[in-house]
C-alpha cells in the first residue's frame, strides 16, 4: 500500500492517518489561509496543536470550523519558545498528554510551530521517544518520518538546534522504556476506533506470542517487546495462522459484504498455497485441523467441512473470529448466528461453535461500547433473550455464567482448548490494564501465547481501542497498514448497517 501523502507539501506523516507534524497552517491572506486549511480538513485533520507564542503569527484558528459546527475542530495552543527547549521535561510531557488524549478520542492531529523544523520536531521526537523508541532511536525515526517533507530537501536534518537534539536524546533517559498502558480507563470513543483496536490487537498478540509460544509460564524472561523467534522462527512483528486467517475472513466480509463460507474457502486455500494475506509470503502455522478441513472441501465441494471430532475442540477459530462481529454489530443476534457458519469452514465440535458464539457477542458488546463490566457479568448477552433463544453448549454455558472466576478456572489443561482459551481471555480482561497490558499477560503465559494473545487482543482491543499502543510496536508490525485498512473497510460496512457511532 502506497504512502499516505502529506496534505501540505512541508509537513508529514507521523502516524498516518491520525497524527500529522509541519509548519504553519496559516498564509499571507485569509484566502491563502483557508485554502491551506480547506486541505487539512479534508485530510480528516480534527485538532489542531499550535506550538507557537500568541502574537507571534498571524492567529488562525477564528477560521476554522467553531465548537457548536457540525464537523467541529479543535484548537490547542501549547507555545514552546522558538529555537529554544522548555523550561522542564514536564513541559513536553503535557503536550505529549495532550496528544495522546486527543488520538484516544479519535481525533486527526496537526501538530505544528512556524517552520515545522524545531518545536514540532521537538515534541514529535519526545512523543517517539515517550512511545519507547529513546535516545538516538527516537532521533533516527524523526528523520526517516522527516524525509516526507517537501522542506527536508534544504533543511536535512531535525531538530533546529543542538539543544532541541541533545533534549529528545536526553528525554526519560534512565526511565524502563516498558509498554504504557493502553488506556483510555473506558471504552474507545468511536466504533472506527475499536474496529482498530480490534484487527490490530489480533495482529500484534499473534506477533507478541510467536516469541514464548510452547515454552512454560515462568521458563523464560519477561516479555516486554516483538521479539519474532519462537517454534516458526519469524522476523519480529510476524504473525502466523492467526492473523492470515483473520484478515482473508476480513477481505471476504467487506468485498462479499455478506458472510459467505465457499468464497472464505477459496481465500482460505490462496493463503495455504500462495501464501495471501501471510505476513511472510508463505503459509506458516496451520494446524493439522485446519489443512484436513481444507483439503477435505476441495474433495467434497462443500465449504463446512470442518471436523465434528470432540477431540478437536481447538482456540484457533475464536483467533481469527473478529471480523464478523465488526461487520454485523448493527444486529447482534445475526453476528451471533454468523459466527457458526464462519467456523464450520474449518472446526464443527459443537462446544468450538458455541464459543465462538459467546466470544462474538462479547466482541460485538464492546464494538458497541459496553462497559467492561457489564460485558464480564454473567452470561452477556448484547440483545436480551439470546441464551433464552439459542442455548449454549454446556460447558459454555457454565463458563458463561460466571464458571471463568472460579478457581478450579486456573486449571485450564484440564479443559477443552477451546473452553480453556475463552476463560483465559476473560479473567486477563477482567485484570488488564488496558490492551497492551493484556496483550502482554497473555503473551507471558506462554503455551499457546500465539493464539491466546489474540483473542484477548480481540476482545480488548474492541473495547480500549488501539489509541494506546506503543507506537515502537505499530511501526514494527507486518502489514501494518493493510491491517488498518481492512479495519476501515469493515467500520464502513458497519455504518453502512447501521452502526454507530
Not at 485538532?47 to 459546527?69: K, M, N, Q, R, S
Not at 522542506?151 to 504504557?180: L, M
Not at 519477561?222 to 486467517?245: F, I, V
Not at 495471501?276 to 465449504?303: D, E, F, H
Amino acid at each position: 500500500m502506497a504512502p499516505l501523502p502529506p496534505p501540505l507539501p512541508n509537513s508529514y506523516w507521523v502516524d498516518p492517518g491520525r497524527l500529522l507534524a509541519g509548519e504553519y497552517p496559516g498564509s499571507a491572506s485569509e484566502e491563502g489561509s483557508r485554502a491551506r486549511l480547506r486541505r487539512l480538513l479534508e485530510a480528516g485533520i480534527d485538532c489542531f496543536i499550535d506550538l507557537t507564542e500568541p502574537g507571534e503569527l498571524e492567529a488562525y484558528d477564528g477560521l476554522l470550523p467553531g465548537p457548536y459546527a457540525r464537523d467541529a475542530v479543535q484548537y490547542l495552543r501549547r507555545p514552546l519558545p522558538d529555537h529554544g527547549v522548555p523550561e522542564s521535561p514536564a513541559r513536553i510531557e503535557t503536550i505529549l498528554d495532550d496528544i495522546d488524549a486527543e488520538l484516544a478520542q479519535a481525533r486527526r492531529i496537526y501538530v505544528h510551530c512556524r517552520a515545522g523544523i524545531g518545536r514540532t520536531s521537538l515534541v514529535v521526537g519526545c512523543w517517539l521517544a515517550r512511545g519507547g523508541l529513546g535516545g538516538d532511536a527516537a532521533l533516527e525515526r524523526l528523520n526517516e518520518l522527516w524525509r516526507a517533507s517537501a522542506r527536508s530537501a534544504t533543511w536535512p536534518a531535525v531538530p533546529e538546534t543542538d539543544a532541541q537534539v541533545a533534549f529528545v536524546r536526553d528525554f526519560r533517559a534512565g526511565q524502563p522504556q516498558t509498554p504504557p498502558a493502553a488506556a483510555p480507563a473506558g471504552a474507545a470513543a468511536t466504533l472506527l476506533e475499536r474496529c482498530r483496536g480490534l484487527l490490530l490487537g489480533l495482529a500484534l498478540g499473534d506477533a507478541l506470542g510467536q516469541t514464548t509460544a510452547g515454552l512454560r509460564p515462568r521458563t523464560f524472561p519477561a516479555l516486554t517487546e516483538l521479539r519474532g523467534g519462537g517454534p516458526l522462527q519469524l522476523p519480529a512483528g510476524a504473525w502466523s495462522d492467526k492473523t492470515a486467517m483473520a484478515l482473508a475472513l476480513a477481505a471476504s466480509l467487506t468485498e462479499r459484504d455478506m458472510v459467505d463460507a465457499a468464497d472464505q474457502l477459496q481465500r482460505y486455500l490462496l493463503w495455504q498455497k500462495d501464501g495471501a494475506w501471510s505476513s511472510t509470503g508463505r503459509c506458516v502455522g496451520i494446524s493439522a485441523s485446519t489443512a484436513r478441513a481444507l483439503a477435505s472441501a476441495q474433495w467434497s465441494g462443500n465449504p463446512f467441512a470442518g471436523s465434528h471430532d470432540p477431540a478437536r475442540a481447538e482456540r484457533e477459530p475464536l483467533a481469527r473470529i473478529g471480523p464478523v462481529a465488526a461487520l454485523l454489530c448493527a444486529d447482534p443476534a445475526a453476528a451471533v448466528a454468523a459466527a457458526e457458519d464462519c467456523v464450520r469452514v474449518t472446526h464443527q465440535t459443537p462446544v468450538v461453535l458455541d464459543a465462538a458464539r459467546y466470544f462474538v457477542a462479547l466482541l460485538v458488546g464492546a464494538l458497541r461500547g459496553a462497559a467492561r463490566a457489564e460485558l464480564l457479568a454473567p452470561l452477556y448477552a448484547p440483545v436480551p433473550g439470546l441464551w433464552e433463544r439459542a442455548p449454549l453448549h454446556p460447558e459454555i454455558h457454565q463458563l458463561a455464567i460466571g464458571g471463568w472466576r472460579e478457581r478450579s478456572a486456573r486449571r485450564g489443561a484440564r479443559m477443552l482448548p477451546a473452553v480453556s482459551a475463552l476463560t483465559l481471555a476473560l479473567r486477563v480482561f477482567d485484570r488488564g490494564a488496558g490492551l497492551t497490558d493484556c496483550l502482554l499477560r497473555a503473551a507471558n503465559l506462554g503455551r499457546e501465547a500465539d493464539a491466546n494473545a489474540a483473542i484477548i487482543g480481540q476482545l480488548a482491543g474492541s473495547h480500549y481501542g488501539a489509541a494506546g499502543l506503543p507506537f515502537r510496536w505499530l511501526a514494527q508490525l507486518a502489514q501494518r497498514d493493510r491491517i488498518e485498512a481492512l479495519a476501515e473497510a469493515l467500520w464502513a460496512a458497519a455504518v453502512r448497517r447501521g452502526a454507530g457511532p
